[in-house]
């Protein structure tokens, strides 16, 4: 059964590869759908020659990558795997993709706060199992802050925070410029974090298996 999880909000590229090339070491197939359009995902996946994610779907080192909506035969093969669906802040309802699980990503600027608001707004979230993951936060204030300017109707399942991190920063970095996914200097948050959604998202996986997956995917790829 295909899983489906949408981020909307301010930029978590890092966290979808991590989370992705984990559950690929549990032999799930990962499809990356980026309707985003900060280029951040499509700088750190691979492309190859003359090969072009907005027509076709980019596999690389055990991931799937694409800016287009893919078509029934397309998703088919990924009928028993996971898929990441980008928003960035775009609205959802633009694209008839049925989410089971939607992260709430948003980090303790108003502006950002503001944005996240107005997809909320615009956007039709029936029956969809919604999370809040606030980034970069600089004191637990910031959490409060954050949760009472987030104007939905939605109750979400769970609320998430990561403090700002130089670590996490750095790891980033450092995946994007080398294209190769790989995070062993990244803060306990970050990594608990990573537990806590291939948890959701695979729920019949034991932890100690999820687990020994984490730990062979941040050993990550060679730097192309």
């Known amino acids: 059964m295909m899983i489906c999880i949408g981020y909307i909000g301010v930029e978590a590229f890092d966290i979808i590869l991590y989370i992705g090339k984990s559950i690929s070491k549990l032999n799930y ?54 898929l990441f669906v980008v928003y960035g802040f775009d609205n959802i309802d633009r694209y008839r993709i049925h989410l089971d699980f939607l992260n709430i990503v948003v980090n303790p600027f108003p502006h950002n706060i503001y944005k996240v608001n107005s997809v909320l707004h615009n956007s039709s979230l029936e029956n969809i199992n919604a999370r809040v993951l606030i980034r970069d936060i600089v004191t637990i204030d910031d959490v409060d802050r954050v949760i009472a300017a987030i104007k939905s109707e939605l109750s979400p399942v769970r609320t998430m925070y990561l403090y700002y991190d130089i670590n996490d920063y750095e790891n980033a970095l450092k995946c994007q410029i080398s294209q190769a ?3 062993r200097k990244i803060s306990p948050n970050m990594r608990k974090i990573i537990m806590t959604e291939i948890g959701d998202l695979l729920p019949n996986i034991k932890p100690s298996i999820i687990r020994k997956a984490v730990c062979k995917a941040r050993r990550g790829d060679r730097c192309r």
């Open 181 to 183: 996914v790989r995070f």
């Open 29 to 82: 197939q990962v499809l990356i759908i980026d309707l985003s359009d900060t280029g951040a995902l499509t700088k750190t996946i691979y492309h190859g020659m003359d090969l072009d994610s907005r027509d076709d779907i980019i596999q690389y080192r055990d991931l799937n990558y694409t800016k287009k909506i893919p078509d029934e035969k397309e998703l088919k093969e990924f009928e028993d795997g996971v």
